[in-house]
Every structure is written in C-alpha cells, then in structure tokens.
C-alpha cells in the first residue's frame, strides 16, 4: 500500500528526505558558484530572458566588467576598495538614489561578478577599465568617488584619461600619494608588511578574509569596539567572491603604485576624507599629503574614524559627500 500511494503522488519518508538533502546542498552553495552561474547566465545570447540579469562591459582585452546603474540625474559612480566589489557601495548608492542622483559602481577585474582573468591586475588596467564603463555610458558631468584602492583608481583614471566628462572626486581612505616605504616616502609602510599580506592570501585567504574586517579594517579591534558580525560576513562574502590571482596581484597594485604625478594633473574640486585612526592606510602618509598635491582640494579628517568608514560611519560619510556634491 505505502509504494502504491506513492505511485500515486503521495511522498514516501525516502522522497522527503531526498528532497529536502537537494534543498540544503543549493542553499549551501558557496557564493562563487552562483556568481559563475550568474556569469553563464549573462554571457546567453542577445534576446534571451538571460542576457538582461546583469549589466557587463566587455573590455579590449576581453574581460567582463560587471557593473551596476541605477537612477537618474547627475552621474555618481563608485570604485570599491581591495579585494571588495560594487556591493561594498550598497548603502551610499540607496542613499544618493533617494536624492535624485544616478548612481553607478563596477566590480574591479578579477573582482566580484568581473572576469577571474589571470593578468592585468594593475592600476593602468584599472583605469582603463573605469574609462571603458563611463564611455559605454556617454556619462558627463560625473562625480567619481573612490574607496581605498579605488581612490587610487579614480586618482589615476582622471590623470591618465582627462577630466572632461567629470565634475567632481571625492577619494576615502584613499591609497594616495604611495603606500610603501621608499627613499623619497620615509613614511610609508615597509615592503614586508604588503609580502605578508600576500602570503596570507595565499595561504588561507577564507580565513584571512574573515580576521582582517573582525579586525583593523573597521577598528573592531580597538577597546570598546562592537563588532558587527553582518559587517564582517558581508566583508568576506564580497571577498571570496573574486579570484585570487586579483587579489594577490592587487595588492602591488594598490601599495606600490606612486600616484604623485597623477594627483598633480587633477584640476576638477576633490574632496579628500580620512580617518586619523585608520590602522591599513596610515593618516599621516596619505590624505594630508594628497591634498597638498591636488590643485583644488578640500581635507576632511575624522577624528577616531577607522579604514571602513563608509560602512561603519555611513550617516557622517553620506552626509559630507551630498553637502559636496550640492556645493
């Protein structure tokens, strides 16, 4: 009688618990999957249902840049800092489509929802990119604004490509004007702080992608800090989504790139904003040197504000950046 009436439709104890084994296994699919799955889905010929689930460029080289475009009105796009994607931008991009901006952030190559490509991980490729996607969209009058090493691709964007279709940039705990300890940069960070970084990519970067936001990037570390475990998550989340070779190559990218001639070049209003407590790109080498450089700069220091502000201080952030861009 039990095989009959599942023959008829009924659910043996066996079908349930196969059913819900599958329903488990899908849930529990690592985020890089449904990514590479998103891409498949993306790259379906022109017309299909698809071909519409995600916004890419493809670039001279053949690398997918994934970006997301939202709104109307005057142009704000983001770059993402090391080894994130555009969804690090998720609260400022909701809070200017409010305020009637059009808003738009990419995921870097190798980054994100971009292609896993093994080479070009360095700033002129960076730049190159970001030119690509603003010229696909025939933006003008844009605002860029970058976090991190995204503030050291926007620095280079505007210096390699010319100003003409920006109005304004705004760089956030930017990696300006050189990271690295050189002869003429006694106060950057030694060469072997950056060769840790490496390794650790290389050896265990799940677990390195979890201590490093648990710790100095949003100063979760510091006394009396609460830590916020959706903040950490989503850190790590946004971080395995990308490949390895990027992130490892990235950070030469964003420590030893000295972005001095580039940032003297700049004639469009810049807003540079820093934290003086932030613990991966050190106050006194960066921000304040970065203004002095820039022909028309405005310094904004903030006073305990970690690496990740834009997360953890979002309200203070969102608002400095809307009184800006209405200035």
């Known amino acids: 009688m039990r095989r009959k009436r599942t023959a008829e439709g009924g659910a043996s104890r066996r079908d349930f618990l196969v059913t819900g ?6 849930a529990a699919m690592p985020a890089a999957s449904l990514t590479a799955d998103a891409h498949v889905r993306a790259t379906a010929p022109a017309g299909t249902q698809e071909a519409r ?10 690398v997918e840049i994934f970006y997301k475009d939202w709104g109307k009105g005057q142009p ?3 770059s993402h800092g090391w080894p994130l994607s555009a969804d690090d931008w998720d609260t400022q991009m909701l809070f200017f489509l409010e305020h009637g901006y059009r808003v738009i952030a990419h995921d870097r190559r190798g980054h994100g929802r971009s292609t896993q490509v093994g080479g070009g991980h360095d700033m002129d490729h960076y730049a190159d990119d970001l030119a690509a996607l603003t010229a696909h969209l025939n933006l003008k009058g844009a605002v860029h604004v970058g976090h991190s090493t995204g503030g050291g691709e926007v620095v280079h964007y505007l210096a390699r490509h010319g100003q003409s279709r920006v109005a304004k940039a705004v760089i956030i705990s930017a990696v300006p004007p050189l990271m690295v300890k ?3 940069n006694p106060g ?3 060469k072997e702080v950056f060769d840790g970084l490496q390794v650790q990519v290389a050896a265990n970067r799940a677990q390195f992608y979890y201590d490093f936001p648990a710790g100095p990037f949003y100063g979760y570390n510091r006394p009396g800090a609460k830590p916020s475990q959706g903040v950490i998550w989503n850190w790590w989340r946004q971080g395995m989504m990308g490949g390895a070779k990027a992130h490892y190559d990235g950070i030469v990218a964003f420590s030893q790139t000295d972005f001095t001639e580039d940032l003297k070049k700049i004639t469009v209003p810049v807003l540079v904003m820093h934290g003086d407590d932030d613990q991966i790109v050190p106050y006194a080498d960066s921000a304040p040197l970065s203004a002095k450089l820039l022909k028309n700069s405005t310094l ?3 006073k305990g504000f970690p690496h990740g502000m834009p ?8 608002a400095d950046l809307l009184t800006f861009l209405k200035g």
């Open 53 to 62: 689930s995600m916004n890419t460029i493809t670039t001279k080289d053949g």
């Open 21 to 26: 084994a599958a329903a488990v296994a899908a």
């Open 300 to 302: 904004k220091t903030y």
């Open 76 to 78: 704000i796009v983001f």
């Open 188 to 190: 950057g960070l030694p």
């Open 311 to 318: 997360t953890t201080e979002a309200d203070t952030i969102n």
């Open 182 to 184: 050189t002869a003429t």
